[in-house]
């Protein structure tokens, strides 16, 4: 695996964590969110999760 590869592994991971943090971040704004825009913003963020949670599988 190339240096670039390992960078861009961690890079990712650290993606994911960030986007887990700011979903919970999300879930306790709840409250001060419209539901359609809680939901919608929720969505987009497991969109992102899943999709860098792919790209790290292929790459193993």
Not at 2 to 23: F, H
Request: glycine share 2%; aromatic share 4%; hydrophobic share 30%.
């Amino acid at each position: 695996m190339s240096k670039t590869d390992e960078m861009l592994k961690k890079i990712y991971a650290t993606q994911i964590v960030l986007l887990r943090k700011i979903r919970k971040m999300e879930e306790k704004a709840k409250g001060t969110m419209s539901s359609d825009s809680y939901s919608r913003d929720l969505r987009e963020l497991d969109k992102e999760t899943e999709k860098v949670m792919k790209y790290l599988n292929e790459e193993r």
